[in-house]
Structures are given as structure tokens and as C-alpha cells.
């Protein structure tokens, strides 16, 4: 049986874009006879809020979506990040990194030029060439780190031959080396969103994944981390992303376009609905 999901982080109102998301996921669900869940994503403390969260559910419902209780909440589910964590560890695809935002953009500038992935500039690997010892010793120190996967080791065991499928895009060999040696956990944070989006997918045996084209490149690494921690592969399927007139992508800073101010402003969810099908795609 076909199942979705949306997964929204409840760190401000939702937009049409999350509503295009939503509904997207919700209707693939609908029309195979499958199940469609939601998933809070929120691991940033700092941002998620209550209200938010309280605020998504109350749009999705105006939307006339309806999705099956409990809702999983990522912050219910550190356990199972760190059970995936010693997993990675204990195949030594791990390694702690020190570097501050601010130290791998000066890196980045002593070396003249740094390849560009699609989550920003590619880590410079500067924490990879630590000895133990110093690792140990930075650690012991109290100071703060990031747990980065060594994506070549990683790329060797999962090895070089992994599929992955998009309904709409078609087929790939699982290629993730433009995003580099990315962040799976920090300090205090047992998790980041490309850790928790394999586990918690497997966990709520999610078969098609639905998302913005945007995270698209991301998907060659989930599939290799899939592999790496011997959980299922769904499929997916990258949407379209919505833009304003001038072809921006919408921001939940944008406030002017949050689901409750067109509440307000008297749009009904038909409107919703018939205006997503009319934007450029
Ligand atoms: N929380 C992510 C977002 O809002 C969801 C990404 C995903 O569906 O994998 O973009």
C-alpha cells in the first residue's frame, strides 16, 4: 500500500507552498487507496514553536486534509537518531568536526575557492585531518562539534552502484558527493534533518516520498545513508516549487501569503486550490 507524508517544521505559518506540499502528498495518497501521515519536524528547539505547530494542524484541517493520529513528532524520537548515530559510528563513517561557520568561510578564502554544493559551500574536510588525539583532547575540553559524515568511506561501503527513482524525474545512480561531508548531528542535537528524514521515513514506512524539487539533491545522499543503515527505499516524487509573480520562491517570513492571512482575507480552500493550479510551474 502507497504511503505519504508531509513533513512541515513548525517554526512559522505555512504558506501556499506548504499547501501545494501538502496537498500533493494528501492527493497521491488518495487516489491509490493509500495512507498519507504527518510529521512535525522540529528539531531546531530554538525555532519550532507550539503555536506553530498548533497553527499547521489548523490550516491542514481548513484545507480539508485529514492524516492519521499520532502525528510523529521528531523531537519524541532522539533515541532513535542515536541508535542510528552509533550505527554510522560503528562503521566508521563518522568524524567530529570543531569548525565554526565563521572558520569555514576563512578556510574557504585561503583556499581561494570552494565548490559550491546545493546546501551552500562544500565543507573544506579541515576537522578530517585531525589526529585522535586532538580530537579527543577538543572533546574532553568541553568544546563544541558537529558529527560529519566522511562521505568518501561512506560512498566505499555503500558502494558506487545505488538506485534511486523519481516518478517525475526518472532514474539516478545515488551520487551525493556535490553536498560534500555533511552535518548529521551536533553537540546536543542528536540528529540533522538528513539523518532524521531516512529514519523517521523507514520508521513511519513511508513508500513514496513527496517534496519540493529543491531537496531533490539531497536525495542522493538519504539513499546512501538508506543504505548504510539498512532500511527500506521508497520512492519518490520532487514537485514543482511555488513562486511569487517575479518567480521567487515563497518564505514563511512572507507573512502576506501565511494560509491563515488568506484565511482572513476571506479565501476559501477551493481558492487554494484553484490558484496553485494556475501559478507557473
Ligand atoms: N521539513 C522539510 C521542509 O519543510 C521537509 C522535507 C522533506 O519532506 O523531506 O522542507
Redesign the pocket.
Known amino acids: 500500500m502507497l504511503v505519504t507524508?508531509?513533513?512541515?517544521?513548525p517554526t512559522g505559518w505555512l504558506h501556499l507552498g506548504?499547501a501545494f506540499?501538502a496537498l500533493f502528498a494528501a492527493d497521491e495518497a488518495r487516489r491509490s487507496g493509500g495512507r498519507f501521515l504527518l510529521?512535525m519536524?522540529d528539531i531546531d528547539s530554538t525555532r519550532s514553536k507550539p503555536e506553530y505547530e498548533a497553527a499547521i494542524y489548523e490550516d491542514l484541517h481548513w484545507l480539508g486534509l485529514q492524516w492519521e493520529e499520532p502525528v510523529r513528532k521528531q523531537s519524541d524520537h532522539f533515541a532513535d537518531y542515536r541508535t542510528a548515530l552509533k550505527k554510522l559510528e560503528s562503521l566508521d563513517v563518522l568524524y567530529p568536526c570543531f569548525c565554526t561557520r565563521r572558520e569555514i568561510q576563512d578556510e574557504i578564502a585561503r583556499a581561494g575557492q570552494a565548490p559550491h554544493g546545493p546546501e551552500g559551500p562544500v565543507y573544506p574536510g579541515t576537522c578530517k585531518k585531525l589526529g585522535r588525539n586532538e580530537t579527543e583532547t577538543r572533546i574532553a575540553e568541553g568544546r563544541d562539534y558537529a558529527l560529519r559524515l566522511d562521505l568518501t568511506k561512506a560512498m566505499v561501503l555503500a558502494g558506487c552502484n545505488l538506485h534511486w527513482e523519481d516518478l517525475s524525474h526518472g532514474k539516478f545512480i545515488a551520487d551525493p558527493s556535490a553536498l560534500g561531508d555533511v552535518v548529521l548531528a551536533r553537540k546536543d542535537t542528536p540528529t540533522s534533518?538528513h539523518l532524521a528524514?531516512v529514519v523517521d521515513?523507514a520508521a513511519q514506512g513511508i513508500t513514496l516520498?513527496?517534496?519540493?524539487e529543491?531537496?531533490l539533491p539531497?536525495t542522493h545522499l538519504?539513499r546512501v545513508l538508506q543504505q548504510l543503515l539498512g532500511l527500506p527505499v521508497p520512492i519518490w516524487k520532487h514537485h514543482r516549487l511555488i513562486t511569487d509573480e517575479t518567480g521567487k520562491r515563497l518564505a514563511k517570513r512572507d507573512d502576506a501569503r501565511s494560509l491563515r492571512t488568506l484565511r482572513e482575507l476571506g479565501w476559501t480552500p477551493e481558492r487554494v486550490r484553484d490558484e496553485l493550479g494556475k501559478l507557473p510551474s
Open positions: 507524508r508531509f513533513a512541515p517544521s506548504h506540499a510529521r519536524e534533518y528524514v521515513d516520498v513527496t517534496r519540493g529543491d531537496l539531497a538519504h
